[in-house]
């Protein structure tokens, strides 16, 4: 089964039978509708794994009905890739998973070590890629950097909730949008005990995108210097944010179908609308399969300059990259590795129901330590 990606504008979709009938508008060279003439696809049902429409795009009552009818999730995204919600079957009856992910979001210490495995398996993966590109193209700086993460996992793991400090702030503070605090201890005062865990989160990650240009060999300048989300300022980070949107999309259905609420998170923030827990699952996968994909296609020379358009300061793909990008995302997606602890193999999308199967059985009491998937 696979991913059915609807990027197509002013497409729509019908349902025939137990099949799906896609309905693509005919553009000329300069891409306006050729009146009513369209071309059409059929895709089973029994082939699609979920549905992400992205941008203007129609999908009628009976093919939804069908869609969730079939426990198939449908994902919005808008035409640039933000994430807009989603349609998901009813929850699965594992009532028993969801109130132990609540009880231990509302213990500060559980939630915490929680927290603090998803830190240290995306820091780990983050010095995996860099000691990887290290090997083959040696850089003192490199190897600075990479040391520095490695100090910043050692702390991690040595960091500890703070219960006096958590009972001060009311409020919490959206994880994602802190850059690296400099002062970890005023930090910590201003989200629940977790602010010394997020320095240093934020500390490796700034170590490992210090040197992320230099793993770019590509043969035309991308721009980029530093990690920048909102607007991107170069090509790079708008690869890396689009697939970091698309990958929260699929981790939010993946853990769904589990059994999890996709909202209640440990790492990240809980906010009206956000799904955080996806959010924290994605952190350990981030390097190994979006920045993995960012850096193939532009060290594979796959793109250039005119695969993007500048707008507003801001930089954006073209909508035949955004094809390319989900193919090989999809791509990545589904390749085969060893798992790291079960030792079989297995596609990177069971590892990540993997990984949230293993977080269930921590919070329910079946295993004695969550173990976040990292790779060698």
């Not at 700086?141 to 702030?169: D, L």
């Not at 699929?250 to 589990?258: D, K, M, P, R, T």
């Not at 954006?316 to 798992?339: D, G, N, S, W």
Request: net charge positive.
């Amino acid at each position: 089964m696979a991913i059915l990606y609807l990027t197509e504008q002013q497409a729509w979709v019908a349902r025939e039978g137990d099949c799906l009938i896609v309905h693509i508008p005919e553009r000329d060279e300069q891409g306006k509708q050729m009146g009513k003439r369209e071309r059409k696809m059929t895709i089973p049902l029994f082939k699609v794994e979920e549905v992400m429409v992205l941008g203007e795009i129609t999908i009628t009552t009976p093919a939804l009905t069908r869609l969730l009818e079939a426990r198939v999730p449908v994902t919005y995204l808008s035409k640039h890739g933000h994430y807009l919600g989603g349609l998901n079957p009813i929850l699965t009856k594992n009532s028993i998973l969801r109130l132990a992910q609540h009880r231990a979001y509302a213990d500060g210490a559980c939630r915490h070590t929680i927290a603090q495995r998803f830190v240290t398996g995306k820091l780990r993966n983050m010095r995996t890629i860099l000691m990887r590109y290290a090997r083959q193209y040696p850089d003192p700086q490199m190897n600075e950097q990479t040391e520095r993460i490695k100090r910043c996992i050692q702390a991690a793991e040595h960091t500890q909730w703070n219960n006096a400090r958590a009972a001060i702030e009311e409020h919490e503070i959206d994880a994602e949008s802190q850059n690296a605090p400099e002062n970890a201890a005023i930090a910590d005062n201003r989200m629940h005990g977790l602010g010394s865990l997020l320095g240093c989160e934020g500390a490796g990650s700034a170590a490992y995108f210090n040197v992320f240009s230099k793993l770019i060999k590509c043969n035309w300048p991308h721009g980029f210097s530093k990690r920048v989300r909102r607007p991107p300022t170069d090509p790079v980070n708008a690869l890396l944010s689009y697939g970091y949107v698309i990958l929260t999309s699929q981790v939010a259905s993946i853990i769904a179908g589990v059994g999890f609420d996709p909202y209640i998170g440990y790492l990240h923030a809980s906010r009206y609308g956000k799904p955080a827990l996806a959010l924290d699952l994605m952190e350990e996968f981030r390097p190994i399969i979006v920045d993995s994909v960012v850096l193939n296609l532009l060290n594979n020379r796959q793109l250039s300059q005119s695969d993007f358009i500048l707008e507003l300061n801001s930089y954006r793909m073209t909508e035949a990259t955004k094809r390319l990008f989900l193919e090989k995302f999809e791509e990545r997606m589904q390749e085969v590795i060893t798992h790291p602890a079960f030792e079989y193999k297995v596609a990177y999308r069971r590892c990540i129901e993997l990984q949230a199967r293993l977080l269930g059985k921590y919070l329910t009491g079946e295993i004695s330590e969550y173990t976040p998937f990292t790779v060698r």
